[in-house]
């Protein structure tokens, strides 16, 4: 089969970049192992949390851009940004949106209750920013063992309590399984009912972030109407529900613009002529199937994916055999402090202001590949809490390079 | 607060724990001090090899029977902290075969049972050693559970009326005459400060000897010696595996529970408290360990660490050092002058029972009390229990579980809160097999403060505590942080410094 765009990966810099280059008309494959870091870190749109909630972001990202020329979002600009954001948003009409307050960080409450400042906030979530302000009440449930609803609540200064779903409490329940059960009315009558019973003066009522997984406005609704407060999510362990609604949503929408998913597979060789990509293999046992394209998208992240990989000495790029941008060896890579910025995280895939990545005299290797997410050097996405941004925004930004041409 | 004891134990480690079961079986009351909690200096940080002893019996003749003899015991006493793997010292092309038939012989002399198999029984019993090899001798080496065997020493001890207080350190010593007459000591976490008058005291303080005695002005010459692991996220082998050469760095892996512990490198410290383990260290480990089982190379380590060595050197003048030169049990009342106190340092794991014993033989003589040992004949409450590891699966799917790597359950957990005096985080994850798998406590500590926390135990900001864990368990971690490890941290810290902003 022969495309005019190849991605590969499936996290949210491949499907930024296919739904980009879907929505010019081309014919796309994106082609990946699973749903990348979507449902492991994503909850919220994280765009840059070092910019305090006082400034407008546009004020602060104009003028990290301007101080960061090698960082994802230097390269990208902000003009750029705001579009990807923008598209980023098309997929997301009411009820379930992605929005910030003020044009602003705002501060949302996590499962270890502390806060995060984060950008744009998922409509289940948004009432949350407004913890430190309402009385409020936090729901656990027994079995549920990644949330524990009593010491966040005292850690945020209120109260916090579990209701037991099960006659037999110690059934364990996954995030996954609970999402499921909150789609079943019975189910969100008994949890109505049992708050009703439990609320005081609050306001406010917090829940780990499982509210369904297609319909969670409807979910969240319901609730509310049963217990007559409104309610909000609370983002906390892996795997992460929100962001498995964020796949969903582009997977179901990319198939509707004729977009193709090759899920559960990963490419097992790149097939290069000089310095062009020809054709990806991929291993379906017991066969293996070429799929070409004029144009491919790396988007295989770090080293969760395999997008990197190291060992003592170096770290690769497996798949196109593109050079990392690094310095030294293992024992150079880490802090002394768990919590220190480690030089590793800044290594990549260095590229150019297009995103084609390039040799180490700044020289595209490749006339039609361009690479995307958080495999890109340059950046602390976690230290920054930039990793949705740059994954939206240079997912667009490489569809948009490489379809121009 | 004013405390009064016949015996004062300084140091938790098996020594000092097994010196207070020891003298608690023959009716004499001790108190024992420790500043960290039980195992906090090398007996929680060794290899958790159960020596036959045979390592040593071309080197050291002594202390290689001091082993057989203890391994026999303790494998009647302790049966449920010891996993009897047998061990295998397995001779590759470059290795002397006049070593092995020395080694051979010398077992034999000392009674070590020694039976030589050819390459292909070696590797019909541990197919994962390197095809090349020519030979391995079987001893009855073995694996211990350091943590089971210490804390099973304090429990019975306490139930024979011997006292402890953990997380309390000494802060000065008051001496009369030539008698030690007081210590004051100090509680680390409450605060609390004690002066204890006693009649006798016992410096078990292991690698910590010197910079007790210090304080008194004196000195015995303990050398210290930093010996550092790698764990790997599988077992390899069945058996503890034993390079058939000179003892070196590298040469042994042992089987525990889930997994292998590559060791040891040994390198001179100067500090007991502060060491690293460095890069030179890993790549040594590999190397070595690697030759005798080739999937050493490319495989997943879940952490490294490191324990110093307490190693006391022959050659010092006075007559009353113990017998092996495997420990130093040393009167000081014959040495200085300080007539009522006894340092007992050196040894190994294994030989900790006859360190308890010969020195409260000698506490036993100053006091004029003659009564004997029996921790050679009395078995361990526990003894009859089965291995743990049944009943964990049994409970999959049945309970709550905290852990998933090593499928810790909650109710465990929790009866081990509930047995109480646990004074902060550390001590629950040495009583517990919590934060020793292959995540190494990233998921499974942030639930335990949640249960701490619904148990209404948790005093501080249990953030706090989160935060120091994980500072910790990152000194473990950094030095295998490739490959596969390497996924996993990226998970962690986005997690922790991502999602939860710590």
Same mark, same amino acid.
């Given at each position: ?405 | ?18 010196? *207070?079961?020891? +003298? #608690?079986?023959?009716?004499?009351? @001790? /108190?024992?001090? &420790?500043?960290?909690?039980? =195992? ?73 049972? *020694?039976?030589? +198999? #050819?390459?292909?029984?070696?590797? @019909? /019993?541990?197919? &994962?050693?390197?095809?090349? =090899? ?369």
């Amino acid at each position: 089969m022969h495309y005019d765009l190849i991605v590969i990966g499936m996290g949210l810099s491949g499907l930024m970049a296919a739904k980009t280059a879907a929505e010019m008309g081309k014919k796309v494959l994106i082609i990946g192992k699973g749903l990348g870091t979507l449902s492991i870190f994503s909850n919220t749109i994280d765009l840059l949390g070092t910019i305090p909630p006082t400034m407008k972001m546009k004020d602060g990202l104009s003028q990290w851009v301007h101080d960061h020329p090698e960082h994802p979002y230097g390269k990208v600009g902000l003009e750029k940004i705001e579009e990807a954001l923008s598209s980023f948003n098309s997929f997301f009409p009411p009820p379930y949106t992605f929005q910030s307050k003020n044009d602003a960080n705002s501060l949302v409450p996590t499962g270890a209750g502390t806060f995060r400042l984060t950008y744009l906030i998922p409509s289940t979530m948004m009432k949350g920013i407004n913890l430190k302000e309402k009385k409020t009440l936090i729901i656990g449930f027994e079995g549920y063992k990644d949330f524990y609803a009593r010491r966040l609540a005292d850690l945020l200064n209120c109260r916090g309590i579990t209701l037991s779903l099960s006659e037999n409490p110690q059934t364990e329940m996954t995030a996954a399984a609970l999402a499921r059960r909150m789609e079943k009315p019975s189910l969100r009558d008994f949890i109505g009912a049992e708050v009703k019973k439990e609320i005081r003066d609050e306001e406010l009522i917090g829940f780990p972030a499982v509210l369904g997984v297609n319909d969670p406005m409807g979910v969240r609704k319901d609730i509310e109407k049963k217990i007559g407060a409104s309610i909000f999510e609370i983002p906390g362990l892996p795997p992460s529900i929100p962001g498995m609604r964020i796949f969903n949503r582009f997977k179901a929408k990319l198939i509707q613009k004729g977009g193709n998913f090759l899920s559960g597979y990963s490419v097992s060789k790149a097939i290069p002529r000089k310095n062009h990509f020809e054709k990806i293999e991929v291993f379906h046992p017991p066969v293996t199937n070429s799929y070409s394209a004029d144009h491919f998208i790396l988007a295989t992240g770090r080293f969760i994916g395999g997008g990197l990989l190291a060992d003592r000495e170096r770290i690769v790029e497996p798949l196109f055999n593109l050079p990392v941008s690094y310095i030294g060896s293992q024992e150079e890579w880490f802090g002394k402090s768990f919590f220190a910025q480690h030089s590793i995280h800044g290594y990549g895939i260095l590229t150019d202001a297009s995103l084609r990545p390039i040799d180490e005299n700044g020289k595209p290797i490749f006339e039609n590949v361009w690479v995307a997410g958080t495999i890109l050097s340059g950046h602390h996405c976690v230290n920054e809490k930039s990793r949705e941004g740059i994954e939206i925004t240079t997912g667009y930004w490489a569809a948009r390079n490489a379809m121009k041409l | 607060m004013n405390l009064k004891t016949e015996v004062l134990i300084i140091g938790g480690g098996a020594t000092g724990v097994g010196i *207070a079961r020891d +003298l #608690s079986l023959r009716g004499i009351p @001790s /108190l024992l001090i &420790e500043k960290g909690d039980f =195992l906090s200096g090398a007996s929680g940080r060794n290899h958790g090899l159960f020596h036959s002893g045979a390592r040593y019996v071309v080197s050291d003749p002594e202390a290689a029977r001091e082993c057989i003899t203890e391994n026999r015991i303790l494998r009647k006493i302790v049966p449920h902290c010891i996993e009897e793997t047998d061990g295998l010292f397995v001779s590759l092309p470059e290795d002397d075969l006049d070593f092995r038939d020395r080694f051979i012989q010398a077992c034999q002399e000392i009674t070590i049972p *020694a039976h030589l +198999l #050819s390459r292909d029984e070696t590797l @019909s /019993l541990e197919p &994962e050693l390197h095809p090349d =090899l020519l030979s391995s001798v079987k001893v009855p080496d073995g694996a211990i559970d350091p943590f089971e065997l210490v804390l099973g020493n304090a429990k019975d001890a306490e139930d024979h009326g011997a006292k402890f207080l953990l997380h309390t350190e000494i802060t000065s010593l008051l001496l009369e005459g030539n008698r030690i007459k007081s210590v004051l000591a100090k509680d680390l976490v409450g605060g609390d400060e004690y002066s204890i008058e006693t009649s006798y005291l016992i410096n078990a303080t292991g690698a910590w000897a010197d910079h007790f005695l210090k304080r008194i002005g004196l000195r015995i010459g303990v050398a210290l010696s930093k010996g550092s692991m790698l764990i790997t996220n599988q077992r390899f082998t069945q058996r503890v595996i034993n390079r058939c050469r000179p003892p070196s760095d590298g040469d042994i892996i042992v089987p525990n529970h889930t997994v292998s512990i590559l060791g040891t490198t040994s390198v001179r410290s100067e500090e007991v408290e502060q060491f690293e383990i460095t890069p030179e260290e890993i790549t040594l480990l590999i190397k070595e360990t690697s030759r005798m089982i080739p999937a050493i190379e490319g495989c997943r380590f879940i952490r490294a660490y490191a324990g110093i060595r307490p190693l006391f050197q022959s050659g010092e003048k006075g007559d009353d050092r113990a017998i092996s030169r495997g420990f130093a049990l040393i009167d000081h009342g014959k040495r200085d002058g300080i007539k009522n106190l006894i340092t007992i340092t050196g040894g190994k794991l294994v030989t900790y029972r006859l360190m308890a014993e010969k020195t409260s033989d000698l506490l036993c003589q100053k006091m004029g009390v003659d009564v004997s040992c029996t921790t050679h004949i009395k078995p361990l409450p526990g003894a009859e229990k089965s291995s743990g590891l049944k009943n964990r699966l049994a409970a999959i799917g049945q309970e709550e579980t905290l852990c998933d790597c090593e499928l810790v359950q909650k109710a465990e957990v929790e009866a081990v809160l509930k047995e109480g005096k646990l004074k902060n985080l550390q001590d629950i994850l040495h009583r517990t097999r919590l934060a020793k798998g292959t995540c190494q406590g990233a998921f499974c500590v942030y639930r335990l403060l949640g249960v701490l926390h619904d148990l209404g135990m948790v005093k501080v900001d249990s953030n706090k505590v989160l935060k120091g864990f994980l500072e910790e368990r990152w000194k473990g971690i950094r030095p295998v942080l490739w490959g596969s490890a390497l996924k996993e941290e990226e998970l962690i810290e986005g997690i922790y410094k991502g999602i939860f902003n710590l």
